[in-house]
C-alpha cells in the first residue's frame, strides 16, 4: 500500500532548505531544485540508481554541429577540433561519417 504522504503533497514550507541536503541529494538539489530532487529520490527509494546516456546525446549535438559549421564554410577542420576540444583525427572521423550514421551497434 502506497503511502498518501509524499513530496507532492508537502507544502513549500514544509520542504527542507537546500543547505540541509547533503551528498549527491544537494548536489541534485543544485541543479534541479529542492522538491524535485526530493521526488527524484522518493522514485527511486533508496535504490542506488547511475543515470547514465546523457554523454551519448550530448556527443550527437556536438557532431550535428560540427557538420553543420564545416558545411556552412569558413572555418577549417583545424579550428572545429580546437573549439570543440577534439582531435583533428576526430573532427575528420565526424565528417566522414553520413549524417545520423552510429558506428556501434546496441546490444540490447
Not at 513530496?7 to 513549500?12: A, K, V
Not at 522514485?43 to 560540427?66: E, M, N
Not at 576540444?85 to 546496441?106: F, T, V, W
Amino acid at each position: 500500500m502506497m503511502s498518501s504522504y509524499t513530496i507532492d503533497n508537502l507544502p513549500d514550507d514544509a520542504l527542507p532548505p537546500l543547505e540541509a541536503l547533503s551528498g549527491d541529494l544537494r548536489m541534485l538539489a543544485e541543479k534541479i531544485g529542492v522538491r524535485m530532487a526530493l521526488q527524484v529520490s522518493e522514485l527511486f527509494d533508496s535504490t542506488p540508481a547511475r543515470l547514465y546516456g546523457h554523454r551519448r546525446w550530448l556527443v550527437k549535438w556536438r557532431d550535428r554541429q560540427i557538420r553543420a559549421e564545416y558545411d556552412r564554410g569558413g572555418i577549417s577542420i583545424v579550428d572545429l577540433a580546437r573549439k570543440y576540444g577534439i582531435s583533428e583525427r576526430h573532427a575528420y572521423n565526424i565528417l566522414g561519417q553520413e549524417p545520423g550514421e552510429d558506428k556501434q551497434l546496441r546490444l540490447f
